[in-house]
């Protein structure tokens, strides 16, 4: 057979998962710029069920949020699209394992696989300068081997033996693949991905995930999308391959050569990876025992390989110096742990506060406030027509302009104020103590910070503008609700950007109108 012919199989033989309403509406409608935080929460709250699984992912360790969240709408303002869109599509397609089960293919192991390469890719993101979404990034890494299931299901004990057959004798399975079906999984993946009208960031790591170098298309991104997959599945494979030290050997290598992974980052993501897997497994409700740790797999697979030179007398000694190595590598892992806990706070591109982080200071902040009696500022800032300079440019020249913006930012801002990426083009800064003259006379310095700065790389110049909208918590007059604050923020930008962008605006609570400052 040849590949469509393999194709027309699938498709007929009804082996091809399919995707949940919800699922399949998320994805048509966060493609539209025009696409509203009311519309995703409207959809997602139609399936009962799954609004419930969000929420207590929104509400586990993973996010820490010091308040429950305890509606789908205050869960969407506070993550932001792409990371509700991820958790969506996580839950459909984690769940698809108990829709079939006619073959030997182990479900369960897939999955469990197919989240620790989601996981592993997600910690390149935040741990590599790649200017990717880390939640997109996931969601790509979690779909990458799905032409496997596809195939599983189609050619139930035809693929149950090639599977047997790659594993035992080490082959390469792609080509077995093509040699015994005349498709290969990933290319049935690729597929599929379309089938489902996924857009080509998520279908071409799929496609090309076994070769990174193989990709052609030209788009940085996307290149560096597929690299995150390809090293990610390494990961995977140390955790759930009969070879670990074949795939540990292959993502060092191959980590720095493809994204320049230092050897301290490549060691922090193979020691925690196993930790990380297990607390987004519990999230997402997949059952798994407990995986050893990557060190512990590796030193194992070390012992094995030398037992068979070893002494009765020297496998003693050996095996408690293991002993001992195993119990430093636990001290150190415990301190290393402390690191990234901080580099866990930090946006990868711009080096401001990340979202996550952004929302626990606010809310330290926020009762601090009020125990203190005294005001809070927030600033919500956007940048005016960033997405023109990704159009015309590239996203290089949109990662520099952000980059470039937050270092502006910072230089007018206090030590104590706090400057974070909120998404995408739009930040937020927290003014502690601070009434809303204060307010405002910041944001207008860092509006004409911003107008009068000339944002230049490599002889491009680019026109560079930003909108502001300021609420402000002034204790006695209104409420201590941090959501109320984000959302009058959040209407003052609005207003802002309606009145023709570049200007300030400040929402005042029980008061009529607006109280606004525009450029001079």
Request: aromatic content about 8%; glycine content about 6%.
């Amino acid at each position: 057979m040849n590949r469509d012919e393999v194709l027309q199989h699938v498709l007929e033989s009804g082996a091809l998962p399919t995707l949940s309403n919800v699922a399949s509406k998320l994805i048509e409608i966060t493609g539209k710029e025009e696409t509203t935080l009311y519309e995703i929460t409207r959809l997602i709250a139609q399936d009962v069920s799954l609004s419930a699984k969000v929420l207590k992912v929104v509400n586990s360790s993973f996010y820490s949020f010091p308040n429950e969240v305890r509606t789908i709408q205050q869960a969407v303002a506070i993550l932001g699209t792409n990371a509700v869109r991820s958790l969506v599509l996580s839950f459909s397609f984690l769940n698809m394992e108990r829709k079939r089960g006619q073959s030997g293919f182990d479900y369960q192991r897939f999955w469990e696989q197919s989240l620790a390469t989601a996981v592993a890719a997600r910690m390149l993101a935040l741990q590599v300068k790649t200017g990717l979404d880390p939640e997109e990034v996931f969601t790509a890494s979690l779909l990458v081997n799905i032409g496997v299931l596809i195939m599983a299901q189609a050619y139930p004990e035809r693929y149950d033996a090639l599977l047997r057959e790659a594993k035992e004798g080490g082959g390469n399975l792609l080509e077995k693949e093509q040699q015994e079906l005349g498709a290969e999984h990933t290319w049935i993946g690729a597929q599929a991905a379309r089938h489902w009208q996924f857009p080509e960031t998520l279908v071409l790591p799929i496609l090309h995930h076994h070769d990174p170098d193989g990709y052609a298309g030209g788009q940085a991104e996307v290149a560096r999308e597929i690299r995150i997959a390809y090293l990610a599945d390494l990961v995977a494979n140390i955790l759930y391959s009969t070879r670990p030290i074949e795939f540990a050997e292959r993502f060092r290598k191959d980590a720095g050569r493809l994204l320049k992974v230092s050897g301290k980052v490549v060691d922090r993501i193979l020691e925690t990876v196993s930790d990380e897997v297990a607390r987004a497994a519990e999230y997402f409700g997949l059952k798994i025992e407990g995986t050893p740790s990557i060190p512990e797999i590796l030193q194992k697979a070390n012992i094995e390989l030398s037992l068979l030179n070893m002494s009765y007398e020297q496998m003693n000694r050996e095996l408690v110096a293991a002993k001992l190595e195993l119990e430093r590598l636990n001290e150190e892992l415990k301190g290393k742990n402390a690191i990234l806990e901080e580099l866990a706070n930090i946006d990868g591109l711009t080096g401001v506060t990340n979202h996550r982080h952004f929302q626990e200071n606010f809310d330290r902040e926020l009762n601090r406030a009020v125990r203190g009696d005294h005001p809070l500022a927030l600033i919500m800032v956007d940048l005016d027509h960033f997405k023109r300079i990704n159009d015309s440019y590239g996203h290089q020249a949109g990662d520099f302009v952000l980059r470039e913006a937050c270092r502006v930012w910072k230089e007018q801002l206090r030590d104590y104020d706090l400057l974070a990426r909120y998404g995408g083009e739009e930040f937020t800064v927290l003014l502690p103590e601070s009434d809303a003259e204060a307010a405002l006379t910041v944001a207008e310095k860092l509006r004409q910070a911003t107008d009068q700065h000339e944002f230049a790389d490599r002889g491009e110049r680019y026109a560079v503008t930003a909108s502001f909208g300021v609420s402000v918590f002034v204790p006695g007059d209104c409420e201590a609700s941090k959501d109320e604050l984000l959302e009058q923020a959040d209407s003052a930008l609005y207003e802002a950007k309606k009145k023709g962008r570049n200007r300030v605006e400040l929402y005042a609570p029980k008061k009529s109108g607006w109280l606004q400052r525009i450029k001079g």
